[in-house]
């Protein structure tokens, strides 16, 4: 069965959400097709300990504050599962769970969406699929032979797993230092590698002076003034509190990156091998783009070409979410809204009266 409607959204998460408030409030009948069972995006998968960068009131999504966990500065992920879900229910969101897409093709004047439930021919579609179910992982050499555990960020959820174990860390972003910390902290064995010495953001730095930050140089850069830089000018990492206190009790030495792994462990420069007996590669991800590959948009960096949130190449097609690509800060909670909002306008004009 094909049913029809003006929009088709792909991804039910924080960039999904905020799409869909926009679409309803101009009125544009549409649909969100979530491959999650429950609410919540990628918030429901994360660590353990993991905490927002800013505090709730400057997380949160078009039309309704994200309320102060009692006890939290930096609210959880649980927390922001429950708000997420709150969302969804409060603007009466028209969200499909369960519902795999397998592809978006060219179909005459619409764009058909295939998906284990059914296809939609649609007059446009937002892709929100996010990053998460594509973990990046290099190709060092030797990984294939580590007979230790290897997992991704997506697969860490505590310390109590390592217990006894020597862990080592791969990766000087937020959550490189983040789960680090959190191991530190319970007195895991850690070691902790970076490809350059990690750079920290001044203390009193969080997600809200980031976005504030993107904001301007996406100002200045319309405006046509010199690129200052993204928020990576500033550093790599977010010190918020669990990282502070490690850092600031020596627990969060990195070193270089090794050369290799072995059999038993990571080999270094010098020749020097330490056995481990799990490494946790927190070396970021990709977006998740392969249902739009038929229709042939993507360039060398694996990216597809936006104009703002709009494919170069495809008109009835908005990205959402994925980082400064698809607009500034557009990967925070904070940040999507005015590049949701951006795509609902164009939309709407592309569908006329």
Known sequence: MTRSTDVVVIGGG?????????????GIEHV????????????????DSLRLFSPAACSSLPGRLMPIQPGETYPDARHVVEYLADYEERYELPVQRGVWVDGVHRD???????????????RAVVSATGTWTRPFIPAVPGRREFAGRQLHTVQYKSP????????????????????????????IDLTWVTQRPPRYLADDIDGRALFDHATARRRALHAGRTDTGG???????????????????????????????????????????????????????????????????????????????????????????????????????????????????????????
């Open 14 to 26: 924080q960039a999904g959400l905020a799409a869909g408030y926009h679409l309803r409030r101009l």
């Open 32 to 47: 969100i097709l979530d491959a999650q069972a429950a609410p919540g995006g990628a918030w429901q998968h994360t660590w």
């Open 108 to 122: 005459g004047t619409h764009l058909r969406v295939e998906s284990d439930a059914g296809d939609w021919r649609a």
């Open 160 to 187: 109590a797993e390592f217990a006894g174990q020597r862990v080592v860390v791969v990766g000087g972003g937020n959550s490189g230092a983040q789960i680090a910390a959190d191991l530190a902290h319970a007195g």
């Open 231 to 353: 928020v990576a000018s500033l550093g790599d990492i977010v010190a918020v509190p669990p990282v502070r206190a490690a850092r600031d009790a020596g627990l969060l030495t990195a070193k270089p990156m090794f050369s290799r792994l072995t059999s038993v462990g990571v080999q270094w420069a010098d020749g020097t091998v330490t056995e481990v007996d799990a490494v946790i590669w927190c070396t970021g991800f990709r977006p998740a783009l392969a249902p739009f590959a038929a229709l042939r948009l993507r360039g060398s960096r694996g990216h597809i070409t936006t104009v703002g949130t709009r494919a170069a190449d495809e008109p009835r097609l908005h990205l959402l979410g994925y980082g400064d690509w698809t607009g500034p800060a557009s990967a925070t909670l904070i940040g999507v809204g005015r590049p949701a909002r951006d795509a609902a306008r164009e939309i709407s004009a592309l569908l006329g009266p």
